[in-house]
């Protein structure tokens, strides 16, 4: 199958009688984030049942062309791991989808053990597609004929794979399952990033950082800092101006000048010479700021404080993952597909003692309800 490269708005005329007539269509969005500082929308494919089209976010705005049939609950859309393209659907375009079918989540509910939509093809037709562009810049200009071909790929075999893991649902009674994940999915991808919300201290993503001094931890967060500034200026993405291990290494050394920042393993002798003074500058800072000025490594909160677990909480968990454990290999499905280990802990800490209960607690299913419920409340009605 061919695809169409919509690049203009003039050009959306043969999309639009498509979608206008298309009972589902195939979705699928690429970003830049692994490239760039901005995880900006780079393209949308689209396949219809007449064809398949890539259209240019960068270059022209699709959300009024798309709109009415992605926000249309009736209008099945196919996609793979649709977690992440929602969001960027929402925040780029303002378009909250509907009518999902994520490929990936039957994979999981099927059992599946390798969910990528390459394993997937090649299991179940038997198409085997390339891995070149895994890691391509989707916001550079122009895409290289290669590279759209590739996306391409990502929606032109959807219908055909939506309709074999669909039949594998029905036979295994799961379809409900998998209408109620992906009724989730849709509805979890609006309000993220709620601007209420204390931002993540950018220390907690650094392995090792809590391993630092309090005035360690203070220089780091200089150090990132200093690292994002040159990645939004530059719009790359932050570990590709300089990675967090170079990073923890100059907090470390204190390096005293721009040579021995440039000696570090990993860090670039370029981006020392011409940015490095700024960051021995801010380390000198840090190490005269008084006591009082210094912000050590974020705390956990306190096990016991209110909402948290009873002293005897984590032994409960425990036994509850046991019994997760052994229906999740009963239902041939991965443990944490049917239930993750922080909705286990939250149930050893509220104990609900019916199922009806249990159905109310916060991120549970009405699936996971029924597949796992009884045997959950059996272990904590033990414990009353």
Not at 90 to 101: H, P, Q
Not at 193 to 200: K, V
Not at 227 to 242: C, G, N, S, T, Y
Not at 245 to 269: C, M, N, S, T
Request: hydrophobic letters at 40%; glycine letters at 6%; a negative charge.
């Amino acid at each position: 199958m061919s695809f169409v490269h919509v690049r203009d708005a003039s050009q959306t005329d043969g999309l639009r009688r498509d979608l206008a007539s298309s009972s589902r269509i195939a979705l699928d969005c690429e970003a830049a984030g692994f490239h760039r500082y901005s995880d900006r929308l780079c393209l949308l494919q689209i396949t219809t049942e007449s064809d398949s089209y890539i259209l240019d976010p960068l270059a022209f705005d699709p959300s009024e062309l798309l709109r009415s049939v992605l926000e249309d609950p009736s209008i099945p859309v196919l996609m793979h791991g649709a977690d992440y393209d929602l969001r960027l659907l929402d925040r780029d375009l303002g378009i909250l989808l509907r009518g999902l079918f994520d490929t990936q989540v039957a994979a999981a509910l099927l059992g599946e053990k390798a969910l990528g939509l390459q394993a997937l093809l090649e299991s179940r037709l038997g198409v085997s597609l390339s891995k070149k562009y895994q890691r391509a810049d989707w916001a550079e200009r122009p895409l290289a004929d290669g590279m759209l071909e590739y996306a391409a790929d990502d929606t032109r075999y959807l219908f055909r794979l939506a309709d074999v893991l669909a039949g594998e649902l029905a036979a295994a009674g799961r379809t409900a399952w998998a209408e109620e994940e992906c009724r989730f999915l849709e509805e979890s991808a609006t309000g993220r990033g709620d601007d209420d919300a204390e931002p993540e201290d950018p220390v907690t993503r650094v392995k090792g950082a809590r391993d630092l001094t309090p005035r360690e931890v203070t220089a780091l967060r200089e150090a990132l800092e200093w690292r994002d500034r040159m990645a939004r200026e530059r719009d790359k993405a932050p570990f590709r101006v300089v990675g967090d291990q170079p990073l923890l290494e100059a907090v470390l050394r204190r390096p005293l000048d721009q040579r021995e920042l440039a000696e570090i393993k990993g860090f670039p002798v370029g981006l020392a010479r011409s940015e490095g003074s700024e960051l021995l500058d801010r380390f000198d800072r840090v190490a005269q700021l008084p006591d009082e000025e210094i912000r050590p490594y974020p705390r956990s909160p306190r096990r016991g404080g209110p909402g948290r677990a009873a002293p005897d909480a984590e032994e409960l968990a425990e036994k509850l993952k046991v019994a997760r454990n052994k229906r999740a290999d009963e239902l041939g499905l991965d443990r944490g597909t049917l239930m993750a280990n922080a909705l286990v802990q939250a149930i050893a800490v509220q104990r609900p003692a019916t199922l009806e209960a249990l159905a109310r607690l916060d991120g549970i299913r009405g699936w996971q309800v029924e597949a796992v419920g009884q045997v959950l409340l059996e272990v904590l009605d033990r414990r009353r």
